[in-house]
């Protein structure tokens, strides 16, 4: 009985030993990692483009891009193919904004948040809309 006791006390700090070497650290970098992470909401994606042209000054401004990078979709985001033109909106308060900076030239550079939306044309054809929800110069979608 005794050699018994022994085996299974020693077999117990074994186990034991074996998750007290585990660190916590990596759970806890991990963590840190998935709050950096922006989440984007559902039907947006965020692309790197150069403006191709803009075609008429009506609101809301309608621009065709050149996509060159997709950084990240939101759920139920259809995607998108780089090196690929793409037709966008631009609502009023943006096209005010991108004035200001000189964001809506040609053959610029800019980055884009944009919102997906299904349409039903009076054909009862599916059309699709991009909508420009956030314009920048750089990689900073605050």
């Given at each position: 009985m005794n050699k018994y006791f022994w085996k299974h006390f020693l077999i117990i700090i074994f186990i034991i030993s074996l998750n007290s070497c585990s660190s916590s650290d990596d759970k806890i970098n991990k963590d840190k990692f998935t709050n950096k992470i922006k989440r984007l909401s559902p039907g947006t994606v965020q692309i790197c483009g150069t403006i191709q042209n803009i075609q008429d000054q009506s609101e809301p401004l309608v621009a065709k891009i050149r996509i060159d990078t997709v950084f990240s979709y939101g759920q139920s985001t259809?995607?998108?193919?780089?090196?690929?033109?793409?037709?966008?909106?631009?609502?009023?308060?943006?096209?005010?904004?991108?004035?200001?900076?000189?964001?809506?030239?040609?053959?610029?550079?800019?980055?884009?948040?944009l919102s997906y939306q299904k349409l039903l044309s009076m054909s009862n054809q599916e059309k699709s809309k991009w909508t420009v929800i956030k314009i920048a110069s750089n990689k900073t979608f605050k």
């Open positions: 259809p995607p998108l193919v780089t090196n690929n033109n793409l037709e966008i909106n631009i609502p009023k308060n943006l096209i005010d904004k991108s004035k200001e900076n000189n964001f809506l030239e040609p053959n610029k550079v800019v980055y884009l948040e």
